[in-house]
């Protein structure tokens, strides 16, 4: 069965992994469409190996570099937030969101509204614009694939079973850099150490989250709008070793876990192939040299980001948007040494309490509620 | 949905678990037929409870005491091995096949043969005769439901699943009470210390078993007539807290397992509801109680039955019911004080090799071959 793909954020971690497992997978998967920020060599590069039908290069500065390397290719370069916009929309298989942050989430839509299914990276997407995607999705008939490793081992988990049987998600994550840093010390901690990840190798933004424990909040939410399960049903456990990438209770108390070497391209390419595993040449778990797994209970004194997010989800609305945007631009922040690394869960917490709350909103009002948090976050003082 | 159901086995403890499980699911679940070997008291007072079509009562000498209590009753009597096997061919939605060792394989060929869909504790039933009874399957479009928890778990985790795409069952073993004794000292271990097993409280035979580890070889051999995986993709891992009950690892390296609470009711309860998993009052999993999983290789060495049971399987033909009827005799006459815990692979060892090999049995052949290796155990002189 041949798939074609687009692959947005193509030269992320993501979308290089992404990369890597569409020519692996070979000639019945078909890249049509890449796109990326800023890094123009990167995406001439993939558009040279992979020759889509056309790429997209969001930051109009770099526009020249891609358009000189592909002027004789018979590849279209489109540019900006409107060219990235009309690549999600190009009809294909499956369009992989490997976007970071907020500016993820009008893609999926669009995406959804062409009638692609969507292999989601971006969590934010399902943060900001979760009930707004759904409808989509319903009036499309789209599906969304979870390509996080915990939402990819749920998924796996729930592969021929019922969501009426389903008693609880249990979203497994390491804990971070910080799980037994002395928490008196947290206001000195500096992005270098934030960023210094024990398991995994992943971008700046979701390194950070991974720090504060946010991106485990985002991952509730995440949850509760992929699989329909109500907040006080999803639950969080810290599991050091990042082996069990997730797992789902059902009724009957039995537990099924999904697990694996920590490495992207399994959750990516069980997104493309799904329902069905392909061979892969990557390293396979070997339980005898990760020999000890351990589980303990997630600190919410240490990481209140955890709380937060909870919160936000029950109040629905505006409030996981606000959540999410605060977030993101108070880690930019933290990364830039405006603000410190406890100072992230304050102006997400102001942010909320701060903002004009809408029950039910729609795109503009989204966006809206995204331009105004971004603005609270960059005058916010600490 | 209501279901009839079989328990043959009902006074040993699968079958008083299963008669818990069927009480609890309430009305949709009828047991119709009933079986015990010789505890015609608690066989009675289980058909009082449960008023069954019919009861059969193995042993004669208890067949007056049941017949006593429900003579008045209308339910029906029978007794001996022939009314075991008329019980078993009795049409109903399943049949749970709770019996112990040898004896119980014909029942389940009868069952599978008269259309029954079969849940199956007997693991002796496929070890013995897995190509007829697999034959018989196919003939009458029925299916084995595994009981077994490991075999539960795998089930659970093929869910939804392609055969095709499994590169490994992977069966977990708690290692028994053994598992750090000096070997140098096995040959004096008494019976009372091999009953005593660390995680799970189950019949006499299968305790000796779990302290062997010809349990977990009897497994590897269940695994494959269920599956149709090849030996070689069958791998066994200590795991001594017993809460991952087995995993299945797919082609991509994505692994998949099973958990909970070591209690036998839940792949009993889900032979009986699949594919659904219907809510319970026994205890869930608690990971924050159960904090630590460790695994570790199987150790040959100490545990030779582990490789005789592998090499029977790849043998094939009558190789491995010699293996399943020797080690069950050995086991026999271990609890009865005639011969020492290390005296058991000996024998199994030497049954294997002096037997009358045959490539595709028929019924008649495997009983002549379980009669033949009785003989041998119980004339043999360690």
Not at 40 to 47: G, T, V
Request: charged share 20%; with cysteine.
């Amino acid at each position: 069965m041949s798939k074609t793909i687009t692959i947005l954020g193509s030269t992320g971690s993501i979308g290089k992994n992404a990369i890597d497992v569409v020519e692996a997978l070979g000639n019945e998967y078909q890249v049509e469409y890449l796109s990326a920020y800023s890094n123009a060599e990167k995406l001439a590069e993939q558009a040279l190996l992979i020759r889509p039908k056309a790429v997209c290069i969001v930051n109009e500065d770099s526009a020249i570099d891609v358009k000189s390397v592909l002027q004789n290719e018979s590849i279209d370069v489109l540019t900006g937030r409107a060219g990235l916009l009309e690549i999600a929309s190009q009809e294909v298989d499956v369009l992989l969101n490997g976007l970071v942050g907020s500016a993820g989430m009008e893609p999926t839509l669009k995406a959804i509204e062409a009638g692609n299914d969507v292999a989601l990276s971006n969590k934010e997407s399902l943060v900001m614009a979760g009930q707004l995607i759904n409808i989509a999705k319903t009036k499309t008939g789209t599906e969304i694939f979870p390509v996080d490793s915990e939402h990819s081992a749920i998924w796996q988990c729930l592969s021929g079973e019922s969501m009426e049987d389903v008693s609880k998600l249990i979203l497994t994550g390491s804990g971070g850099p910080f799980r037994e840093r002395d928490v008196n010390s947290f206001s000195d901690i500096a992005p270098d150490e934030a960023l210094n990840h024990p398991n995994w190798d992943m971008g700046k933004k979701i390194t950070i989250d991974s720090a504060t424990m946010m991106n485990k909040g985002l991952e509730v939410i995440e949850a509760h709008w992929l699989f329909g399960t109500k907040p006080d049903d999803i639950e969080i456990i810290i599991h050091p070793q990042s082996i069990i990438h997730s797992m789902v209770e059902f009724s009957d108390g039995s537990v099924k876990a999904q697990l694996g070497v920590p490495d992207m391209k399994i959750p990516i390419q069980y997104a493309f192939t799904y329902p069905r595993h392909n061979p892969s040449d990557w390293e396979s778990l070997d339980l005898l040299k990760n020999s000890e797994l351990t589980f303990q209970p997630p600190d919410n004194t240490r990481f209140p980001c955890i709380q937060l997010a909870y919160a936000a989800l029950r109040k629905g609305g505006t409030a996981s948007a606000v959540l999410n945007v605060a977030n993101e631009h108070a880690v930019y922040r933290f990364l830039d040494g405006s603000i410190s690394f406890t100072d992230i869960p304050k102006i997400v917490e102001s942010a909320c309490d701060s903002h004009d709350f809408h029950n039910n909103p729609n795109l503009d009002i989204i966006l809206q509620i995204e331009s105004w948090t971004k603005e609270f976050v960059v005058n916010f003082r600490p």
